[in-house]
């Protein structure tokens, strides 16, 4: 095995850090419920979630559907053979929301690494985010068959308004005297995100946590299909084509490729996690539902080229991703009590060919595993309390994951809160949250975060002094939908 | 005095239905039976069921049920009178935009379903249901349900279907016409004096037939 050096320029590990912080400012997409397709529907928020975002079985096939069920007055036009040219609602299904957070760290980030201080990653850790974001949507029906999930946000981390998960798909169904009552809706789908087309919430566009803080060290890396820092999220387009059948059966195929925001277009050696050609996207589910229960289990995945960044020519030899995935989920709907489980597993198997070659990583192949489980509770969509687990495992490497350090003489750290002294992404820990829901479309949540390993470690994981326990957050929000 | 009152009242309603004459089967067009089964596979289904035969207890089955009383709520929502939680919530909204035609349309598709399996319950509950049904309370003046929904709670016209209907939902109704919260003044007269313990037993043995 050939094993490269860790002594590494200063310069490359700060960029690396740089570009691992910008990942996380940035954030992994969350999920969003929304009352544009409340006005649309003329149905109150419960008939499609249990507690916002969370889908019912009504709300997944809301969504299979293509989100086009209209109840509101439609503008019309029909061609002389009374073929439909125009089925457009007269009023737009918008609708808007606002986030308002508070987070704080059990350990204030030091102010001992002066890199990292110049990101400026965690510098909202400890005060009030008036937004953490602030969303317009437009969600709903475009044409018969067609509509959309349209989001636009503000970040006010980042101090960014820029598209946020969408999601535009055409459905329609098919019968056959020969298959009695079963039916195949058959669909489409064009979208910005891997997995924030499904219709389950154990992936990462929609699982649990649905909502966290965007401002506070989180681990190192996932799994490109994981919501974690790793997730290769908005910078991937796709159009897929799905089918949904008998209410039970769901196979999906989608091809992603690249698809940055901003930056300079043409892509160049500036961007990082650009993905090369076409990125296969799977997922199959079967569900069943019986009195008040329903029960989902599937499988996902995607193989990923992605050139390696760090000021890569975006050309040649690439990092290849290959994510297996299976989740399960099951809810009880009660009259005053609702249960849901979730339950996902990714496993990564990564080629670093370009890595490896250009000295961005120590082992040509990887693996980075993440297990997420989840169990929530509501009384009457009111009140309730969630516990959610997360372990993420992986190769030990030492120039993907490099220890931090002080200097002795000066006191000045490098890799602080994002280094790993064991070279390790291994990463674990508990969310706890409560919610109080005064109304159907405001949640307020306190959630904390408690890290029992984090970044191959728990004292001293970063080689700086930081403990994992100084990560927990506490996170404080006010989540309004209308 | 008080059972001729109810007698009375659901004869009135009898005529005041009869005088908006529900759509017969042999008047509805088959484009607009053609157009009710698309919409009732396609998106009533969601809810209540391929058929009508609902999975979840918040949804009624509605196969089977009497087209009457299917076009009578299908009104009802649209006119928002009908006002129970699960109405305005799910209801309000599906049936803002129906027309008459379709409405006719729906409840006579809905009607020529085949029934829904029926769930046999507690042998306790279900035989006290079962004399309650047949029997009523007559102590407390409570007629036999039988006498306006039937022998076998198959419903007729304006007066709903009850045999295999969900038991959670059965009881919700009767609570929501207690409180009324659904506006149903004949059967708010019926079961305003029913203890939960008759409702359950009831509505058990009725989700058994």
Redesign the interface.
Known sequence: MNVQSSRRPALQRVLIGAVGTVLLLVGLPQARAVPSFARQ????C??CHTVFPELT??GR??KL?GYV??????IKGITVERQETLALSSIPPLSAMLQVSYSKTKDAVPDTDPALAATGAFAKDGDLLFPQQASLFYAGKIADGLGAFVQLTFSGAANTFAIDNTDVRYAH?F?SASWG???LLLGLTLNNNPTVQDAWNTTAAWGFPYQSSNVVPTPITSPKLDSGAGGIGQNAGGLGAYLWWN?SIYAEFTAYTASKIGGTHPLDSTQATVINGLAPYWRLAWEN????NSLSIGTYGMVLNIFPGAGMPLSGPTNKYTDTAFDAQYQF?G?EHMFTALATYIHEKQQLNASFQNGLSQNQDNTLNTLRLAGEYYYRRQIGGSIGFFNTTGSSDNLLYPSGSVDPTTGVATGAVTGSANNSPNSSGYIFEANYLPWLNVKLQLQYVYYTKFNGGSTNYDGTGRNATGNNVLYLLGWFNF | MKRASVLLQVVTLAAVACLGRPALPADIPDANKKAAEKMA???C???HG??GRS????FPKLAAAPAPYLEMQLKSFRDQTRADPDA???M??????LDDAMIGALADYYSRQRPAASKPGDVALVSAGKRLYEQGVPARQIPACASCHGATAEGNGVIPRLAGQHA?YLR?QILVIQNALRTAPVMHGVVKDLTLDQTQAVALYLESL
């Open positions: 529907t003329g149905m109150a419960n008939t079985p009504f096939e809301f559907n069920l209209d109840n509101i007055k439609q169904h019968s009552e079963k039916d209410n539902r019986w009195d008040r709907i009259e | 596979s396609e998106v289904a969601a809810c391929p058929g999975i979840s207890p918040t305005i919530a799910y309000w909204g599906m049936a803002a935009q959670p919700k």
